[in-house]
């Protein structure tokens, strides 16, 4: 069976014909509404013998009427299950490739060993198994999982490989935040995708990509356009990941009541957080509560960001992504005063061990034919022109593919291009570190994601970062010509054989060079 619940398939938001045949989804197509319900990732505990089974699988989904696209999911068509675990749980994850190219599976945003992170090294040929036996030892947090093969992590994510990987424990269950799964506790998974006019997902790794990223002109939410969840009345948790390969989200709510933020990638914050915008980057997570006790819909939108060709239409103006109808049953869930206890920052922490330059060379030729095109005077202007548009979109699907040796080359970091086996970073095991992490004068945005811990962000641009940024992360965000500066500890080891990464988490900039490696020992 697909991964959706017992509740979609009663509501019948997830398509009969997708539910006999094991690889098709339709959304919205049963239901007489136009608009399709909001699909809820199963969850997937281990089994009695603590094993969790994932398969990468091909699938299809009709994302338009009458379309049918070529998809990739985990147990699935497309997305996967919700792996569920606790802290103190051993698990193994059996993850079996039956797609026709190789796979790796990583566990973004766990704190293991190199050998079971599963990165480059770690490929799964195609009939093959990897298992992973994973010593949980973190915090309660949203975490996901999804390939890292170089080069091709971007195609392999865009066609829909990925899936929530969420950790609880006894200091986040003893709270009262809303935790009924799909009902008061929403995951919400972003991704923007084009699709060609046979209705297969676009995706073309040409000088605009290894630029700017992927630029996509649909949002899915968990893998449906623009749906709609029906909810408990009552505080609401959402579990929001930006799943994208590259787009920024600037999130709000549409009659523009507030969000409050409880966690960020690793865990729970120590107090809430109230925001009227919430900016999510590319990899990044989030876990926000929304006060929906009187009842009234409102929606998830997405308001327009300053990052390279991504404000083309429709992101140039406010966007709804989901719509969420608090009109259900009453909520036993609140808002806490406090949440959990963090470590208080390192007090005598040692000078900067480790620089991370993110490094760009061939964004000058890329700007160059965006400039060409009207995009950054259309930017200035404030104002979209359809010619240039038209312009800005055909250099994105237009522009052939750069030959491989150019794309591997075009980006770097601390001025070399990521090469397998080339492992020039060492960190020291168990000892708090500084590092900082800056970019050469793009000006891109480089939301780096380091592998096998997760770190406290000391300064971002110089200042102490914003109260929702303050707890644990494995995602830094570097852009005009921004730096972040981390306090980090790495608690497990990677050998030169199976090393950690350090990498932009835009996905083409990461599969053309914009990666590293390093041991811990």
């Not at 623009?226 to 009345?233: K, L």
């Not at 809430?272 to 939108?301: I, M």
């Not at 009453?330 to 993110?358: H, I, N, W, Y």
């Not at 591997?408 to 960190?427: K, M, R, S, T, Y």
Request: negative net charge; hydrophobic residues 40%.
């Amino acid at each position: 069976m697909a991964n959706w619940t017992r509740r979609q398939v009663l509501s019948g938001s997830a398509s009969l014909a997708g539910l006999a045949m094991g690889n098709v989804l339709s959304f919205g197509t049963v239901r007489a509404a136009d608009r399709p319900d909001l699909p809820i990732p199963v969850e997937l505990r281990a089994d009695s013998k603590g094993v969790i089974r994932l398969r990468a699988q091909r699938g299809e989904v009709v994302f338009r009427p009458g379309v049918k696209t070529p998809t990739f999911g985990v147990n699935g068509p497309y997305l996967g299950p919700a792996v569920r675990v606790r802290r103190g749980d051993t698990v193994v994850m059996d993850v079996t490739n039956a797609l026709d190219q190789d796979i790796t599976m990583h566990w973004h945003g766990l704190e293991i060993p190199g050998d079971v992170d599963g990165g480059p090294y770690s490929l799964i040929r195609p009939g093959s198994s990897w298992k992973a036996q994973l010593a949980i030892d973190q915090p309660a947090a949203t975490c996901w999982f999804h390939p890292h093969v170089y080069p091709t992590t971007a195609e392999l994510v865009v066609k829909g490989l990925a899936g929530l990987f969420l950790i609880d424990d006894e200091e986040a269950d003893a709270l009262p935040l809303p935790k009924r799964w799909g009902v008061d506790d929403i995951p919400v998974v972003l991704q923007d995708r084009r699709f060609n006019t046979d209705g297969t997902i676009f995706h073309r790794f040409n000088l605009p990509a290894v630029t700017t990223g992927y630029v996509g002109d649909t949002v899915l939410v968990n893998g449906a356009r623009y749906p709609q969840a029906r909810t408990a009345r009552g505080w609401l948790r959402l579990r929001l990941l930006n799943g994208s390969n590259a787009r920024t989200f600037r999130l709000a709510l549409s009659d523009n009541r507030p969000m409050f933020v409880v966690g960020s990638d690793g865990g729970l914050l120590a107090n809430p957080v109230e925001l009227e915008e919430l900016v999510l980057y590319a990899g990044e997570r989030y876990e926000v509560l929304v006060d929906g006790r009187d009842g009234t819909a409102f929606d998830l939108v997405t308001r327009p960001v300053d990052q390279m060709a991504m404000k083309l239409p429709p992101f140039d103006r406010d966007l709804p992504l989901l719509t969420l109808r608090p009109d259900g049953a009453e909520g036993s869930g609140t808002l806490p005063d406090t949440l959990v206890t963090l470590p208080p920052l390192v007090a005598d922490l040692p000078p900067v061990s480790q620089q991370l330059v993110m490094g760009m060379r061939l964004d000058d030729k890329g700007m160059a034919q965006f400039r060409s095109a009207g995009l950054m005077d259309m930017d200035k202007s404030g104002h979209m022109d359809p010619a240039v548009v038209e312009k800005v979109v055909k250099l994105i699907v237009g522009e052939p593919a750069l030959p491989i040796a150019e794309r591997l080359g075009a980006n770097d970091v601390n001025g070399a291009p990521f090469e397998l086996g080339v492992v020039p970073i060492h960190a020291d095991i168990n000892r708090d570190l500084r590092w900082l992490i800056s970019e050469g004068d793009d000006r891109m945005y480089h939301p780096v994601h380091i592998h096998g811990c997760q770190f406290r962000i000391l300064k971002l641009d110089g200042k102490a970062p914003p109260e929702h940024m303050a707890g644990w992360k494995d995602m830094a965000p570097v852009l005009d010509g921004g730096s972040c500066e981390i306090q980090v500890r790495f608690r497990h080891p990677a050998t030169k054989e199976f090393p950690f990464m350090a990498h932009c988490h835009n996905l083409e900039h990461e599969d053309s060079g914009m990666m590293t490696d390093f041991t811990v020992s």
